[in-house]
């Protein structure tokens, strides 16, 4: 069964700055390309940074209050710090929040939550900008074919996992919805044929009943398992 990672729903054709890029520079690239932010990269496509929408409204938010406060905290020190920044190097949030090309779709979309940011730089081994992923892009995924979907279902999950009972089950997809029936030989494995459905890229429910001999959680024969 085949794990979608995120290089195959990144965008390859990644706009970056460099760290001397000026502020000015940076609002145009962001305006222009209807971007919230975009990585910052040093001589060597090492990712060092990324500048957002945020880091740049500090000069507007600080605007005429230059004097710091008594007793600020580092926050505020660092928000009012980007607000007086010229270039990237000053402005950007370090260090990033970036993410591996072989790192599975699922990884990525638990540190986009977790970070609460909308996209991330793509990287390879070396720290090199490769390319973005973003919100959108890991759901590109539910707009898989349904016919993808089934072959995946029934190459990678019944032949694979459950050649005895392959020939015994019935793959249904629609629009993502998948729909299991007939019969195996235990409950567990009904069980588990179910959660595997459920992790091929592109599933969005699993639905449908699928019978059992034995119930091999309680000892109990024979039954159906609904979902």
Same mark, same amino acid.
């Given at each position: 069964m085949k794990t979608w990672n995120v290089e195959d729903v990144m965008t390859k054709a990644v706009v970056s700055v460099r760290q001397d890029a000026s502020y000015r520079s940076v609002v145009d *690239?962001?305006?222009?390309?209807?971007?919230?932010?975009?990585?910052?990269?040093? $001589?060597? +496509?090492?990712?060092?940074?990324?500048?957002?929408?945020?880091?740049?409204?500090?000069?507007?938010?600080?605007?005429?209050?230059?004097?710091?406060? *008594?007793?600020?905290?580092?926050?505020?020190?660092?928000?009012?710090?980007?607000?007086l920044a010229g270039i990237a190097a000053d402005l950007m949030s370090s260090p990033p929040v970036v993410v591996l090309a072989d790192t599975p779709i699922v990884a990525a979309a638990r540190l986009m939550d977790t970070e609460e940011v909308k996209r991330l730089p793509v990287i390879d081994d070396? #720290?090199?900008?490769?390319?973005?992923?973003?919100?959108?892009?890991?759901?590109?995924?539910?707009?898989?074919?349904?016919?993808?979907?089934?072959?995946?279902?029934? #190459?990678?999950?019944?032949?694979?996992?459950?050649?005895?009972?392959?020939?015994?089950?019935?793959?249904?997809?629609?629009?993502?919805v998948v729909t299991l029936s007939g019969r195996v030989d235990r409950r567990t494995?009904?069980?588990?044929?179910?959660?595997?459905?459920? +992790?091929?890229?592109?599933?969005?429910?699993?639905?449908?009943?699928?019978?059992? $001999?034995l119930d091999d959680t309680t000892h109990v024969v024979p039954g159906s398992i609904t979902y």
């Open positions: *690239l962001l305006v222009s390309h209807r971007f919230s932010a975009v990585p910052v990269v040093d $001589d060597f +496509q090492r990712v060092t940074g990324v500048v957002s929408e945020a880091d740049l409204l500090r000069k507007i938010e600080y605007a005429g209050n230059e004097e710091p406060r *008594l007793f600020e905290g580092r926050r505020r020190r660092g928000e009012r710090g980007k607000a070396l #720290g090199r900008l490769i390319g973005i992923v973003s919100r959108g892009d890991l759901l590109k995924v539910h707009l898989r074919p349904d016919d993808e979907i089934l072959q995946d279902i029934e #190459g990678g999950v019944l032949r694979a996992f459950f050649a005895d009972e392959s020939k015994t089950v019935t793959v249904e997809v629609a629009e993502g494995t009904a069980d588990l044929a179910v959660r595997l459905t459920r +992790q091929v890229a592109g599933v969005v429910e699993v639905a449908g009943k699928l019978d059992y $001999d």
